[in-house]
């Protein structure tokens, strides 16, 4: 069996320098993580991973994953009878205000999350306030994991930022995740820029 250590180690190196970025821009960070091996298109369905979340604004942005999803061939279905789960979480708000998750994610039996901030979830809106100029700030993280036994095989995030005045959560949404999944599934442990 590979070591996986290699491999939480650069997803680490690459969130951390995720969570440290510069002065607004409209480009994309995106970053994922996976063993590199391929994920063939499965039957999915989509769930946030705190069901207090659930609702018509998170339910919106997970009918935005599917549709990726589906556009590389996954077939959406209802959970008893997926083989994957999207777990999809989407949080708005000013950088320092995006929580940072405790919850650690294991990739084929490596682990992420603790200080760097890997988590996935619901749908959270943090104000941000509403002078001319404001930074809005969005992130959409989704993590594919096999039903039967809870694996996870791929988790990305992708991050925008956009004038406060300019923002349209679906329309950011949509573009994050068109994004995230360009050229899935993408190179592993990177953070990459996407216009």
């Not at 070591?3 to 995106?30: K, N, W, Y």
């Amino acid at each position: 069996m590979k070591s996986i250590a290699p491999l939480a180690a650069l997803a680490s190196l690459a969130l951390v320098s995720a969570c440290a970025s510069g002065p607004a821009t409209r480009d994309m960070e995106v970053t994922r993580s996976h063993l590199g091996q391929p994920i063939p298109a499965r039957p999915f369905a989509t769930e946030p991973a705190d069901h207090t979340q659930h609702g018509l604004e998170w339910e919106s942005y997970a009918n935005i994953v599917a549709e990726e999803l589906t556009r590389l061939g996954f077939s959406r279905t209802t959970l008893e009878e997926s083989e994957m789960v999207a777990v999809v979480e989407v949080q708005r708000g000013a950088r320092a205000a995006l929580r940072r998750s405790t919850v650690s994610i294991g990739i084929g039996g490596g682990r992420f999350g603790g200080d760097v901030g890997v988590g996935v979830g619901g749908g959270v809106t943090v104000p941000v306030g509403g002078g001319a100029g404001e930074v809005a700030v969005t992130q959409l993280e989704v993590a594919l994991k096999r039903r039967s036994e809870g694996t996870l095989v791929w988790y990305g995030r992708a991050i925008r930022e956009d004038r406060l005045e300019d923002a349209d959560p679906s329309v950011t949404v949509r573009r994050l995740a068109t994004a995230l999944f360009q050229g899935f599934p993408g190179e592993s442990g990177r953070t990459i820029e996407v216009e």
